[in-house]
């Protein structure tokens, strides 16, 4: 599904971020990139939803070279992959069922559906009850979950998280890698960046030290 | 493509930053006005050059005691010049009767007056083509050669003259013309990049969840082109008002000088007003988003 092969990144004037990175994620596999602050693991998902470009190597997704893809088919790309971001990048001051309709918007899906799927998705968060309220009203748990059904409402084959559980507390945490091990049931590809290994348990984990990997 | 749904969010769009559109609009207004005043006065001028090109005359005074037949030989002769349309023969007695009604009332002046001072005369209309200054020098130039003809009464100097104006007014209106246009399109392109500042957060959720840069534009694009018609209805909303005040002081004036075939906003210039208008903010935002967003 996802292969890296000798990836570097590099920025500026010799910043290496990654270094000779060669990886590759199964179909639905499950799997922690972790590693210390600065370790390169947001760069790697970066990589991988074309917010950057590798500086050398080659990346494939579905078999699809995708470090070489056209800046027009980029979009198309990111209409198959999830990504929750460490800073949510939510709309604040929009509701809750606002936010996640925006992919489908992007699709130009109709009314209807947009409402139908929205639905589906915030019951699967446990939000469906207070979709009309402003984000900017909900705590940082529950910003979590709205960015997660934006993530998901339009099914992905890759979901791809940043640090999940980076300003929650436990319990919230807990409720977090549920909802996101249920998507990963259904069959999508999930990786996800955190410095907590404690999250790890026993999934697959690729551990990143300077942009290098070590394990 | 979803015209509704794009119509919804450049609405939006406007809703959330309201002052700074409205300013933008104003601004255009004033460019708009300028641009306007500009073009009526450029075609309400032509039209005036028109209307006195075509009331164009020669008037031929004749010599005293000219016969009969030579008289119809001059008017044979002049009706053979090419530009000639019309020639009509003024008598002294007829040039006397039409003074006296001229004069009205006032006609008792010419009591003391002993016979008739007046000259014969022929009147020479000219043919469309020739309503002109080098129309009127064909003729006149040939009238000279004609012994029977004493002087010459027409109005060419100073046709050629308004009309060398005219051709001023037309250059300088383009080049003010361009002016205006750049101007506009600098005004709108800063409000639609100042409304990309403000939503810059929406983009950016919408560029990471695949949406294509023509998506994330095209509101942009509908907020250019109502942003430029709103400051095209602002600035007719000017010039009327600019019209009505102008008509109320000066109407006998204008009535005078175009004999009642003035229209101090033609419709072409209201044509022009809301298509440049709605093309400026157009192209005003396709300018602020050409580099942007990136994939």
């Given amino acids: 599904m996802i292969q890296l092969i000798s990836v570097y990144k590099t920025y500026g004037q010799g910043i290496t971020s990654l270094s000779n990175i060669n990886l590759a994620i199964k179909k639905g596999e499950f799997v922690f990139i972790t590693g210390a602050s600065g370790s390169g693991k947001t760069t790697l998902l970066k990589l991988l939803y074309c917010e950057e470009r590798p500086t050398s190597g080659q990346i494939l997704i579905n078999r699809q070279a995708v470090d070489s893809l056209k800046i027009s088919e980029i979009p198309y790309l990111r209409r198959r992959i999830g990504v929750i971001f460490q800073d949510f990048k939510l709309l604040s001051e929009r509701t809750i069922f606002d936010n996640v309709a925006i992919p489908l918007e992007v699709l130009g899906l109709p009314r209807e559906e947009i409402v139908k799927r929205v639905q589906d998705v915030l019951k699967k968060v446990r939000l469906h009850h207070r979709m009309e309220e402003k984000v900017s009203s909900l705590s940082s748990g529950e910003q979590q979950k709205v960015a997660v059904g934006r993530a998901i409402i339009n099914d992905p084959m890759i979901l791809l998280v940043d640090e999940p559980t980076g300003s929650l507390d436990s319990g919230t945490g807990d409720e977090i890698m549920e909802i996101l091990r249920s998507v990963n049931a259904r069959g999508t590809t999930t990786v996800i960046a955190t410095h907590n290994r404690f999250l790890i348990k026993d999934s697959r984990a690729v551990v990143l030290e300077k942009g290098r990997i070590v394990s | ?295």
């Fill in chain 2, 1 to 295: 493509m979803r015209p509704l749904y794009f119509i919804g969010k450049a609405a939006a769009g406007m809703r959330n930053a309201p002052l700074i559109n409205l300013l933008a609009a104003v601004n255009i207004a004033l460019s708009l006005t300028l641009f306007g005043g500009f073009l009526v006065g450029l075609i309400n001028a032509n039209r005036l050059a028109e209307r006195l090109e075509s009331r164009l005359e020669v008037v031929a005074y004749l010599k005293e005691r000219i016969s009969t037949a030579s008289l119809a030989g001059i008017e044979d002769e002049i009706k053979k010049f090419p530009e000639v349309r019309e020639v009509v023969y003024i008598s002294k007695e007829d040039a006397l009767a039409s003074l006296k009604k001229g004069l009205a009332e006032d006609s008792s002046i010419l009591d003391g007056i002993e016979g008739n001072p007046l000259p014969a005369s022929f009147v020479i209309r000219l043919r469309d083509g020739f309503q002109n200054s080098a129309g009127i020098k064909g003729v006149t130039a040939r009238l000279r050669g004609i012994d029977s003809v004493d002087e010459l009464q027409y109005g060419g100097q100073w046709l050629e003259k308004f009309s060398a104006i005219i051709s001023i007014i037309k250059f300088g209106g383009a080049a003010l013309g361009v002016i205006l246009i750049l101007s506009t399109m600098l005004i709108v392109s800063n409000t639609i990049r100042f409304t990309l500042q403000t939503r810059m957060e929406e983009i950016e959720v919408m560029r990471l969840v695949g949406a294509t840069p023509l998506f994330i534009r095209v509101p942009f694009f509908i907020e250019g082109a109502v942003l430029g018609t709103l400051g095209a209805i602002l600035a007719y909303g000017a010039m009327a008002a600019a019209k009505g005040f102008i008509e109320y002081n000066l109407g006998n004036e204008l009535k005078l000088l175009f004999g009642g075939d003035i229209d101090i906003l033609p419709y072409q210039a209201i044509i022009g007003l809301f298509t440049f208008g709605m093309a400026f903010g157009l192209f005003g935002s396709v300018i602020s988003l050409w580099r942007f967003p990136k994939a």
